[in-house]
């Protein structure tokens, strides 16, 4: 399952297209007044302006397996990485076999890099904006993720993710191409004391050649 392109909101669009543009490094697509589009990888990265939005995002993107230290490199002198209980800044994901570094935006949406060392997606040489391969997750709340999730397999043909804990607190749609997060509200965002709260998200997914539209 591919994540083509998430829509989510902001309430500043000019500090937002500064963060993505001059920090991140992510190539404007399309822009107007009130919303902007980014090239991320294979994926397109949507925010329209709302000012009175006041909540936070929570999304992913893959990085090449085999380039987590230059990523933690290159991300150091542009962001704060969040430092673990450990001290550490990685994440290890044993039971999804993949590493993660964690950092917010402008806003305060919390934004990870994940290397998925099932993919077959090396790179050589050090990590830019390009090593930016796609949109990898992004979290939707909702108060049965569960039941969510057995809803969106029947609607559209989706499926668990195969190398997660499926629970009626926190489960996995799709696969290490893209995955929808789905998790309760007010369960915070790992790996950070911020809890969940439900934002409207349109998500363009394509899955087995079909495209879907999710809006939540």
Do not use: C
Request: glycine share 4%; aromatic share 12%.
């Amino acid at each position: 399952m591919k994540i083509d392109q998430i829509q989510i909101k902001t309430n500043d669009i000019q500090k937002t297209k500064a963060f993505y543009q001059n920090v991140l490094g992510l190539f404007i697509l399309e822009e107007d007044t009130k919303w902007i589009t980014f090239q991320a990888g294979s994926s397109i990265l949507k925010f329209v302006e709302d000012p009175q939005f006041n909540s936070i995002y929570h999304f992913a993107f893959n990085i090449p397996e085999n380039q987590l230290e230059e990523a933690i490199q290159w991300s150091k002198d542009k962001v704060d990485l969040i430092v673990l209980e450990d001290k550490s800044v990685v994440t290890h994901f044993e039971n999804w076999n993949a590493h993660s570094l964690y950092f917010y935006d402008h806003n305060g949406n919390l934004l990870e890099f994940i290397a998925r060392h099932d993919l077959e997606n090396e790179q050589l040489g050090e990590f830019k904006p390009e090593s930016i391969l796609s949109i990898s997750e992004i979290g939707i709340v909702t108060e049965n993720p569960l039941e969510l999730g057995n809803q969106l397999i029947e609607e559209h043909g989706l499926h668990f993710f195969s190398q997660n804990t499926n629970t009626e607190k926190f489960s996995a749609i799709g696969d290490h191409e893209g995955l929808l997060i789905l998790v309760q509200p007010t369960r915070n965002w790992y790996p950070t004391q911020i809890p969940s709260e439900s934002n409207p998200t349109i998500i363009t997914l394509e899955n087995n050649e079909n495209i879907i539209e999710l809006k939540f």
